[in-house]
């Protein structure tokens, strides 16, 4: 078995001008992620490609999520440990730069799987977590597109635009360790106070080092009504592969719902997937010597792990 990462940065429709910088941003994350899994552990991995993807702004978690219908960031987090089922989240916290490490936080300091809101920004405090100002997260492309969505004139299709990034990771390690961790500022012009699939356990991620783990994105409302991460994990459990477990919670998703999405999977062999219904999703795979990515469907560019772009 061969230790494996597997990153996604969201899916959705990307204006061509922000696809270069999504594919080097999901393939420099995923290197970072790769090499704390050389000889270390899924979750440290899964933290450390995730937190790479929320310092970079064109991604939308952490710096440059998207705003709610105030105009404001709130964002959701989630990690999962597939040895013992342990899990933590946050959901709606704003004036946090790394959402994914005080879900990490939650499921370690605390007994409960998710804090929301001002309880998650008093356990930040408790905890050390450094408060940021608000504005400091928000982007001016957040908020042109903020802007244009509100416009009476918008138009639906180009709101769609670019609203991909939400950022996701699954890792197995050395030792079989299975982990998973997702972070997103949600949906454009959300409601306040709106939880998304993401900090919801086996909607926006699910690890069990028993069947594998996933971590979605997409239609949040769409993933929590099909419970997608763990509806893929018990199409896996019945005997399908990663891959066409992911291809059958996709289609679920979409025949009863109406959703789109997309989603990284592993399962304890190290097999992966990266599997979409979306136009596109930026994804990268680390196994081995080799780092595989794509974008569009169907697509799998490799390249040696130690190239630098
Ligand atoms: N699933 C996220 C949410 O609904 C958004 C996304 O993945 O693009 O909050």
Known sequence: MLPVLVVHGGAGHIPKERVEMSCAGVRAATRAGYAVLQGGWSMDAVVEAVTHLENIPSFNAGCGSVLNVKGEVEMDAIVMDGRTLASGAVSAVRNIANPI???????????????TAEGASQFARAMGVPEVPGESLVTDYARMRWEKNLAPDANPVE???????????????????????????????????????????????????????????????????????????????????????????????????????????????????????????????????????????????????????
Not at 101 to 115: D, F, G, I, N, P
Not at 207 to 236: C, Q, W, Y
Not at 238 to 260: C, I
């Open 101 to 115: 490490q005080l879900a990490r936080l939650v499921m370690e300091k605390t007994s409960h799987l998710c804090l």
């Open 159 to 309: 709101c769609q635009m670019g609203k991909m990034g939400t950022v996701g990771a699954v890792a197995v390690d050395a030792d079989g360790n299975i982990a998973c961790a997702t972070s997103t500022g949600g949906m454009l012009n959300k409601m306040e106070g709106r939880v998304g699939d993401t900090a919801c356990i086996g909607c926006g991620g699910y690890a069990d080092n028993r069947v594998g783990a996933v971590s979605p994105t997409g239609h949040g409302e769409a993933i929590m009504k099909v419970t997608l991460a763990r509806l893929i994990l018990f199409h896996m459990e019945q005997g399908l592969s990663s891959h066409e477990g992911s291809d059958l919670g996709l289609a679920t998703m979409k025949e009863r719902v109406g959703g789109l999405g997309g989603v990284v999977t592993v399962d304890p062999q190290g097999r992966w997937a990266a599997r979409f219904t979306s136009a596109q999703m930026a994804w990268a795979a680390a196994q081995g010597d080799t780092l595989h990515y794509g974008l569009y469907p169907g697509e799998d560019i490799t390249q040696s792990i130690g190239d630098p772009n």
